[in-house]
């Protein structure tokens, strides 16, 4: 079964940080993009950043960049987000995917993770 587990959420205060992380298993990831979309209460699911499948590459919204720092470790089939400077229009819950970046296709996602940023 493949499947995508994301860890590391939680509660924080404006300016903190937070790193997430997503394990892979059922299948190497190494080959794919790996992305990271969010969703907040009443909003529609939105991208953050996303990272090719060699790790050459990298992009972030306008929203996040700066702040966030996208990485993956395809030998251990993970990809992490390092999140930074953290403000309160963070808050949602965070996705990671596998795909592929150009088409915006990302065929496996995982369950998510609450990140709450406090003001």
């Known amino acids: 079964q493949v499947q995508l587990v994301e860890s590391g959420g939680g509660l924080v205060q404006a300016g903190g940080s937070l790193r997430l992380s997503c394990a892979a298993s059922?299948?190497?990831?190494?080959?794919?993009?790996m992305g990271w979309f969010r969703q907040a209460p009443g909003k529609e699911r939105e991208f953050v950043a996303a990272?090719?499948?060699?790790?050459?590459?990298?992009y972030y919204s306008d929203s996040v960049k700066g702040r966030f720092t996208i990485s993956r470790l395809n030998a251990k089939n993970t990809v992490a987000l390092q999140m930074n400077s953290l403000k309160p229009e963070d808050t949602a819950v965070y996705y990671c995917?596998?795909?592929?970046?150009?088409?915006?296709?990302?065929?496996?996602w995982g369950q998510g993770t609450q990140v709450t940023v406090s003001s």
């Open positions: 990272i090719t499948w060699s790790g050459g590459s990298t």
């Open positions: 995917a596998a795909g592929v970046y150009r088409t915006g296709v990302y065929n496996y």
């Open positions: 059922g299948r190497t990831f190494s080959s794919d993009d």
